[in-house]
Protein backbone atom coordinates (compact mmCIF):
# COMPACT_ATOMS: atom_id res chain seq x y z
CA UNK A 1 0.00 0.00 0.00
CA UNK A 2 1.41 3.07 -0.79
CA UNK A 3 2.13 6.18 1.76
CA UNK A 4 2.16 9.80 1.36
CA UNK A 5 3.45 12.96 2.95
CA UNK A 6 0.60 16.06 2.34
CA UNK A 7 0.77 19.31 3.44
CA UNK A 8 -2.91 21.43 3.94
CA UNK A 9 -3.56 24.77 3.87
CA UNK A 10 -6.54 25.74 6.93
CA UNK A 11 -8.75 28.04 7.06
CA UNK A 12 -6.80 30.84 8.68
CA UNK A 13 -4.08 30.37 6.44
CA UNK A 14 -1.63 27.84 8.64
CA UNK A 15 -0.40 24.90 7.03
CA UNK A 16 -0.76 21.20 8.52
CA UNK A 17 1.63 18.36 8.07
CA UNK A 18 0.40 14.81 7.95
CA UNK A 19 0.71 11.33 6.19
CA UNK A 20 -1.77 8.99 4.85
CA UNK A 21 -2.51 6.05 2.30
CA UNK A 22 -5.16 8.22 0.67
CA UNK A 23 -4.98 11.73 0.73
CA UNK A 24 -8.39 12.20 -0.84
CA UNK A 25 -10.12 10.52 2.02
CA UNK A 26 -7.74 12.16 4.68
CA UNK A 27 -9.23 15.36 3.54
CA UNK A 28 -12.82 14.35 3.59
CA UNK A 29 -11.92 13.47 6.84
CA UNK A 30 -10.48 16.97 7.98
CA UNK A 31 -13.10 18.27 6.24
CA UNK A 32 -15.90 16.72 8.05
CA UNK A 33 -14.27 16.94 11.57
CA UNK A 34 -12.60 13.80 12.06
CA UNK A 35 -9.04 14.49 11.58
CA UNK A 36 -6.79 15.76 13.57
CA UNK A 37 -7.37 17.77 16.53
CA UNK A 38 -5.05 20.47 14.99
CA UNK A 39 -7.59 21.29 11.70
CA UNK A 40 -11.02 20.64 13.52
CA UNK A 41 -11.44 24.17 14.33
CA UNK A 42 -9.74 25.42 11.36
CA UNK A 43 -11.83 23.72 8.46
CA UNK A 44 -12.05 23.78 5.49
CA UNK A 45 -8.43 22.84 4.90
CA UNK A 46 -6.93 22.71 1.51
CA UNK A 47 -4.67 20.04 0.02
CA UNK A 48 -1.80 21.90 -1.59
CA UNK A 49 1.12 19.53 -1.28
CA UNK A 50 1.14 15.08 -1.90
CA UNK A 51 4.85 13.67 -1.91
CA UNK A 52 4.61 9.73 -2.46
CA UNK A 53 6.55 7.86 0.29
CA UNK A 54 8.60 4.18 0.09
CA UNK A 55 6.86 3.18 3.11
CA UNK A 56 5.36 4.37 6.63
CA UNK A 57 9.04 4.77 7.70
CA UNK A 58 9.50 6.61 5.18
CA UNK A 59 6.49 8.97 5.36
CA UNK A 60 6.90 9.38 9.09
CA UNK A 61 10.51 10.67 8.46
CA UNK A 62 9.61 12.88 5.79
CA UNK A 63 6.57 14.48 7.58
CA UNK A 64 8.71 15.19 10.57
CA UNK A 65 11.47 16.74 8.62
CA UNK A 66 9.04 19.10 6.92
CA UNK A 67 7.46 19.85 10.44
CA UNK A 68 10.94 21.02 11.95
CA UNK A 69 11.25 23.53 8.61
CA UNK A 70 10.04 27.02 8.73
CA UNK A 71 6.88 28.87 7.33
CA UNK A 72 8.66 30.12 4.55
CA UNK A 73 10.39 26.95 3.47
CA UNK A 74 7.13 25.03 3.38
CA UNK A 75 5.63 27.96 1.25
CA UNK A 76 8.45 27.07 -1.13
CA UNK A 77 7.82 23.45 -1.23
CA UNK A 78 4.34 24.27 -1.85
CA UNK A 79 5.68 26.01 -5.04
CA UNK A 80 8.18 24.39 -6.05
CA UNK A 81 5.86 21.22 -6.52
CA UNK A 82 2.11 21.90 -5.65
CA UNK A 83 -0.04 19.34 -5.76
CA UNK A 84 -2.04 18.44 -9.25
CA UNK A 85 -5.17 20.18 -9.39
CA UNK A 86 -6.78 16.75 -10.45
CA UNK A 87 -5.46 15.66 -6.65
CA UNK A 88 -6.84 19.09 -5.04
CA UNK A 89 -10.49 18.68 -6.58
CA UNK A 90 -10.71 14.90 -5.60
CA UNK A 91 -9.77 15.52 -2.53
CA UNK A 92 -11.62 17.97 -1.56
CA UNK A 93 -15.37 17.07 -3.10
CA UNK A 94 -17.11 15.30 -0.45
CA UNK A 95 -19.87 14.45 -2.27
CA UNK A 96 -23.66 16.06 -1.42
CA UNK A 97 -25.41 14.50 1.77
CA UNK A 98 -28.87 13.83 2.43
CA UNK A 99 -28.78 16.62 4.66
CA UNK A 100 -28.72 18.76 1.50
CA UNK A 101 -32.03 17.47 -0.08
CA UNK A 102 -33.05 17.92 3.91
CA UNK A 103 -32.34 21.32 3.72
CA UNK A 104 -34.42 22.38 0.32
CA UNK A 105 -37.55 20.27 1.81
CA UNK A 106 -37.67 22.17 5.17
CA UNK A 107 -36.99 25.60 3.17
CA UNK A 108 -39.89 24.52 0.93
CA UNK A 109 -42.50 24.27 3.86
CA UNK A 110 -40.87 27.76 5.16
CA UNK A 111 -39.89 29.74 2.31
CA UNK A 112 -38.59 32.59 4.14
CA UNK A 113 -36.26 35.42 5.08
CA UNK A 114 -36.00 34.80 8.49
CA UNK A 115 -36.00 31.17 8.22
CA UNK A 116 -33.02 31.00 5.64
CA UNK A 117 -30.76 33.27 7.64
CA UNK A 118 -31.38 31.13 10.56
CA UNK A 119 -30.62 28.41 8.69
CA UNK A 120 -27.78 29.55 6.56
CA UNK A 121 -24.84 27.92 8.16
CA UNK A 122 -26.76 24.63 7.01
CA UNK A 123 -26.85 26.09 3.24
CA UNK A 124 -23.49 26.69 3.17
CA UNK A 125 -21.77 23.76 4.41
CA UNK A 126 -24.69 21.03 2.61
CA UNK A 127 -25.02 22.64 -0.64
CA UNK A 128 -23.02 25.62 -1.27
CA UNK A 129 -19.55 24.02 -0.23
CA UNK A 130 -20.20 20.93 -2.17
CA UNK A 131 -21.44 22.55 -5.05
CA UNK A 132 -18.33 24.31 -5.14
CA UNK A 133 -15.81 21.76 -4.98
CA UNK A 134 -18.48 19.75 -7.68
CA UNK A 135 -18.10 22.63 -10.11
CA UNK A 136 -14.34 22.53 -9.93
CA UNK A 137 -13.83 18.74 -9.75
CA UNK A 138 -15.95 18.83 -13.25
CA UNK A 139 -14.01 21.68 -14.54
CA UNK A 140 -11.11 19.17 -14.37
CA UNK A 141 -12.33 16.56 -16.88
CA UNK A 142 -13.51 18.82 -19.08
CA UNK A 143 -10.71 20.26 -20.28
CA UNK A 144 -9.77 16.57 -21.84
CA UNK A 145 -13.94 16.34 -22.68
CA UNK A 146 -14.59 19.67 -24.51
CA UNK A 147 -11.80 21.99 -23.57
CA UNK A 148 -13.45 25.47 -24.78
CA UNK A 149 -16.58 24.31 -22.07
CA UNK A 150 -15.50 25.56 -18.25
CA UNK A 151 -16.79 25.85 -14.66
CA UNK A 152 -15.99 28.44 -12.05
CA UNK A 153 -17.58 28.50 -9.02
CA UNK A 154 -18.39 31.96 -9.60
CA UNK A 155 -19.87 32.24 -12.80
CA UNK A 156 -21.27 28.40 -12.94
CA UNK A 157 -23.47 28.07 -9.51
CA UNK A 158 -26.64 29.54 -10.26
CA UNK A 159 -28.20 31.93 -7.65
CA UNK A 160 -30.84 30.51 -4.79
CA UNK A 161 -32.41 33.97 -4.67
CA UNK A 162 -35.46 33.86 -6.98
CA UNK A 163 -35.92 36.61 -9.13
CA UNK A 164 -39.63 37.50 -8.02
CA UNK A 165 -39.76 40.95 -9.88
CA UNK A 166 -42.77 39.25 -12.58
CA UNK A 167 -44.03 36.73 -10.82
CA UNK A 168 -47.27 35.89 -8.76
CA UNK A 169 -45.24 33.72 -6.52
CA UNK A 170 -42.75 35.86 -4.10
CA UNK A 171 -40.85 33.21 -2.30
CA UNK A 172 -37.33 34.63 -1.86
CA UNK A 173 -35.44 31.25 -2.40
CA UNK A 174 -35.45 28.66 -5.05
CA UNK A 175 -36.03 25.30 -3.41
CA UNK A 176 -32.99 23.59 -6.00
CA UNK A 177 -30.10 23.72 -6.04
CA UNK A 178 -28.26 23.97 -9.86
CA UNK A 179 -24.78 24.49 -12.04
CA UNK A 180 -24.15 25.35 -15.74
CA UNK A 181 -20.59 25.09 -17.72
CA UNK A 182 -20.78 27.55 -20.51
CA UNK A 183 -18.76 28.27 -23.86
CA UNK A 184 -15.47 30.48 -22.85
CA UNK A 185 -16.43 32.83 -25.16
CA UNK A 186 -20.15 33.06 -24.86
CA UNK A 187 -19.74 33.22 -21.21
CA UNK A 188 -22.33 32.06 -18.11
CA UNK A 189 -25.51 33.99 -19.25
CA UNK A 190 -28.77 31.76 -20.06
CA UNK A 191 -31.88 32.41 -22.07
CA UNK A 192 -33.59 35.25 -23.07
CA UNK A 193 -31.78 37.58 -21.49
CA UNK A 194 -28.36 36.37 -22.51
CA UNK A 195 -27.46 38.37 -25.81
CA UNK A 196 -24.26 36.20 -25.89
CA UNK A 197 -24.75 32.83 -24.24
CA UNK A 198 -24.15 29.76 -25.88
CA UNK A 199 -25.12 25.58 -25.17
CA UNK A 200 -23.38 24.34 -22.25
CA UNK A 201 -24.14 21.66 -19.55
CA UNK A 202 -26.08 21.32 -16.51
CA UNK A 203 -26.89 19.87 -13.38
CA UNK A 204 -29.79 20.20 -11.39
CA UNK A 205 -30.29 18.96 -7.34
CA UNK A 206 -33.42 18.96 -5.32
CA UNK A 207 -35.28 16.43 -3.24
CA UNK A 208 -37.92 15.33 -5.98
CA UNK A 209 -35.65 15.63 -9.09
CA UNK A 210 -31.96 15.26 -9.56
CA UNK A 211 -30.99 15.52 -13.18
CA UNK A 212 -28.03 16.43 -15.79
CA UNK A 213 -28.83 17.59 -19.25
CA UNK A 214 -27.20 19.86 -22.15
CA UNK A 215 -28.17 21.98 -24.86
CA UNK A 216 -29.37 25.93 -25.07
CA UNK A 217 -32.38 27.28 -23.43
CA UNK A 218 -34.73 29.52 -24.42
CA UNK A 219 -32.20 31.76 -26.66
CA UNK A 220 -32.90 35.15 -27.65
CA UNK A 221 -34.56 35.52 -31.28
CA UNK A 222 -31.58 36.02 -33.32
CA UNK A 223 -30.06 33.23 -31.45
CA UNK A 224 -32.56 30.97 -32.21
CA UNK A 225 -33.16 31.98 -35.81
CA UNK A 226 -29.26 30.96 -36.43
CA UNK A 227 -29.70 27.31 -34.79
CA UNK A 228 -32.86 26.81 -37.11
CA UNK A 229 -30.71 27.89 -40.13
CA UNK A 230 -27.84 25.59 -38.82
CA UNK A 231 -30.42 22.73 -38.58
CA UNK A 232 -31.72 23.64 -41.84
CA UNK A 233 -28.31 23.76 -44.15
CA UNK A 234 -26.90 20.47 -42.20
CA UNK A 235 -30.12 18.49 -40.82
CA UNK A 236 -28.26 15.21 -42.09
CA UNK A 237 -25.81 16.18 -39.43
CA UNK A 238 -28.12 17.18 -36.57
CA UNK A 239 -30.31 14.27 -36.85
CA UNK A 240 -26.94 11.74 -36.85
CA UNK A 241 -26.41 13.66 -33.64
CA UNK A 242 -30.18 13.66 -31.84
CA UNK A 243 -31.19 10.57 -33.81
CA UNK A 244 -28.69 8.45 -32.82
CA UNK A 245 -30.01 5.11 -30.51
CA UNK A 246 -27.47 5.37 -27.85
CA UNK A 247 -28.33 9.47 -27.40
CA UNK A 248 -32.02 8.65 -27.59
CA UNK A 249 -31.88 5.74 -25.24
CA UNK A 250 -29.86 7.42 -22.92
CA UNK A 251 -31.94 11.15 -23.03
CA UNK A 252 -34.62 10.77 -24.31
CA UNK A 253 -36.03 13.51 -27.07
CA UNK A 254 -35.69 17.58 -26.63
CA UNK A 255 -37.72 18.83 -24.00
CA UNK A 256 -41.00 20.27 -25.39
CA UNK A 257 -41.39 22.88 -22.61
CA UNK A 258 -42.69 26.23 -25.11
CA UNK A 259 -42.64 24.41 -28.27
CA UNK A 260 -44.24 26.10 -30.52
CA UNK A 261 -47.85 24.34 -31.64
CA UNK A 262 -47.56 25.50 -35.33
CA UNK A 263 -44.33 26.09 -37.72
CA UNK A 264 -42.85 29.86 -37.42
CA UNK A 265 -44.00 32.70 -39.88
CA UNK A 266 -41.94 32.09 -43.06
CA UNK A 267 -41.21 28.19 -43.38
CA UNK A 268 -43.66 26.22 -45.74
CA UNK A 269 -45.88 23.51 -43.97
CA UNK A 270 -44.06 20.44 -45.99
CA UNK A 271 -40.87 21.82 -44.94
CA UNK A 272 -37.99 19.11 -44.63
CA UNK A 273 -36.63 20.12 -40.86
CA UNK A 274 -40.71 20.98 -40.02
CA UNK A 275 -39.91 18.78 -37.03
CA UNK A 276 -37.27 20.93 -35.37
CA UNK A 277 -38.19 23.95 -36.25
CA UNK A 278 -41.16 24.46 -33.70
CA UNK A 279 -38.48 24.44 -30.96
CA UNK A 280 -37.96 27.26 -28.95
CA UNK A 281 -35.52 25.44 -26.64
CA UNK A 282 -32.81 22.72 -27.30
CA UNK A 283 -32.85 21.02 -24.61
CA UNK A 284 -32.20 16.73 -23.83
CA UNK A 285 -31.32 15.14 -20.23
CA UNK A 286 -31.68 12.54 -18.10
CA UNK A 287 -32.64 11.64 -14.55
CA UNK A 288 -30.13 10.87 -11.81
CA UNK A 289 -30.86 8.54 -8.86
CA UNK A 290 -30.52 9.03 -5.61
CA UNK A 291 -27.49 7.31 -5.00
CA UNK A 292 -25.76 9.18 -8.11
CA UNK A 293 -26.82 12.36 -7.25
CA UNK A 294 -25.27 11.92 -3.31
CA UNK A 295 -22.15 9.48 -4.12
CA UNK A 296 -18.91 10.63 -4.35
CA UNK A 297 -18.63 9.74 -8.03
CA UNK A 298 -20.77 12.05 -9.10
CA UNK A 299 -18.05 14.03 -11.04
CA UNK A 300 -17.58 10.91 -12.90
CA UNK A 301 -21.10 10.35 -13.66
CA UNK A 302 -21.48 14.13 -15.21
CA UNK A 303 -18.51 13.52 -16.98
CA UNK A 304 -19.64 10.48 -19.14
CA UNK A 305 -22.96 12.37 -19.76
CA UNK A 306 -21.00 15.64 -20.83
CA UNK A 307 -19.10 13.79 -22.87
CA UNK A 308 -22.27 12.02 -24.69
CA UNK A 309 -23.80 15.24 -24.88
CA UNK A 310 -20.87 17.09 -26.49
CA UNK A 311 -21.60 16.64 -30.23
CA UNK A 312 -25.10 18.19 -29.51
CA UNK A 313 -23.66 21.03 -27.75
CA UNK A 314 -20.82 21.87 -30.18
CA UNK A 315 -23.12 21.57 -33.02
CA UNK A 316 -25.37 24.28 -31.30
CA UNK A 317 -22.17 26.29 -30.70
CA UNK A 318 -20.96 26.37 -34.01
CA UNK A 319 -24.42 27.79 -35.37
CA UNK A 320 -23.78 30.75 -32.99
CA UNK A 321 -20.39 31.45 -34.06
CA UNK A 322 -18.76 29.55 -30.96
CA UNK A 323 -15.52 27.10 -32.37
CA UNK A 324 -14.79 23.86 -30.30
CA UNK A 325 -11.17 23.41 -29.00
CA UNK A 326 -8.59 20.88 -29.09
CA UNK A 327 -6.95 22.36 -25.75
CA UNK A 328 -7.47 24.78 -23.15
CA UNK A 329 -5.44 27.92 -23.52
Known amino acids: ??????????????????????????????????????????RPVALVLVEPAADRSAALRREWAIKRLTRGDKEGLVTACPATLEERVMSEFPGFRSAALDFFRRLKRRNTRQWFEKNRAVYEQEVKLPLQALVEAVDVRLASIAPEISGDPKGSIFRIHRD??????????KTHAACWFYHRD?????????????????????????????????????????????????????????LAPGFRRRFGPFDEEDMLKRLPRGYPLDH????????????????????????????????????ALTPLVRFLNRALGYAPAARRV
Open 1 to 42: MPWYVYLARCADGSLYTGVTTDPARRMRRHNEGRGAAYTRSR
Open 164 to 173: VRFSRDKSPY
Open 186 to 242: AGPGVGGEAAGGGAGFYFHLAPEERFVGGGIWMPPRPSLDRIRQAIIEQQQSFEAIV
Open 272 to 307: PAQRWLRYRSFTVGRELSRKEALGRGLPRILERDFQ
